[in-house]
Structure formats: C-alpha cells, structure tokens
C-alpha cells in the first residue's frame, strides 16, 4: 500500500507564500508523475501543477509565474512554493501521485488527504 501525506497548507494574507510539501511512502519501486490539484468552495477539483521523473513541469494558467512545483526522488516528496498568493487560490490542495510497485510497467494512481489553503484579502 502507498500513503502521501501532504503538510505545509494554513492561512495566510493576499501576497503572501506558503509551501507544501507531499511525501510518499510505502510499498514503492518507483513514482513517475507527480503533482497537485485543488479544489475551491463549489468547484470541480482542478490541476494546478505537475512534474515527470525527469523534472519536466506543467502549470495551469491560473498559477504559473507564481507557483513552482519540484520534487525529491530520492525522498518520493513533491514540493509546492505558492508565491503572490491571492483570495481566488483558496481551496483544498491534493497530492498526486502515479506509483509503480513492482518492477512491472504497471502504475497505480494514488491521492493524499487534501490540505487546506485559505489566502485572506
């Protein structure tokens, strides 16, 4: 079984940063794709960011400029740096993860508990 536990979320004032941090542990071989989605009051859950094995990113519109994703392999964690937060990045951030445990080419998606951010204007 694999666990990701994210940590890092809190309130903080428009303009403001926050870090997340999501580690995975458990039965892994290997993670290939990580990343971050959230989900605000009355949404859909959204993808806000992600990285390959091979440190390749991708951001949604709403974020880049302002948000960096990147990732320890050796220590299965994937980082957000939230930077000029603003009231409409409110929401429950979830960690993604896409997990081989075996040696096989067979990968399993995995979620963390969601982390809150409330960014006050």
């Known amino acids: 079984q694999v666990q990701l536990v994210e940590s890092g979320g809190g309130l903080v004032q428009a303009g403001g940063s926050l870090r997340l941090s999501c580690a995975a542990s458990?039965?892994?071989?290997?993670?290939?794709?990580m990343g971050w989605y959230r989900q605000g009051p009355g949404k859909q859950r959204e993808l806000v960011a992600s990285?390959?094995?091979?440190?390749?990113?991708n951001y949604a519109v709403a974020v880049k400029g302002r948000f960096t994703i990147s990732r320890d392999n050796a220590k299965n964690t994937v980082y957000l740096q939230m930077d000029s937060l603003k009231p409409e990045d409110t929401a429950i951030y979830y960690c993604?993860?896409?997990?081989?445990?075996?040696?096989?080419?067979?990968?399993?998606?995995?979620w963390g508990q969601g982390t809150q951010v409330t960014v006050s204007s």
């Open positions: 993604n993860a896409d997990v081989r445990v075996t040696p096989l080419p067979l990968s399993r998606n995995y």
């Open positions: 990285i390959d094995r091979g440190d390749s990113t």
């Open positions: 458990g039965s892994i071989f290997r993670i290939n794709d």
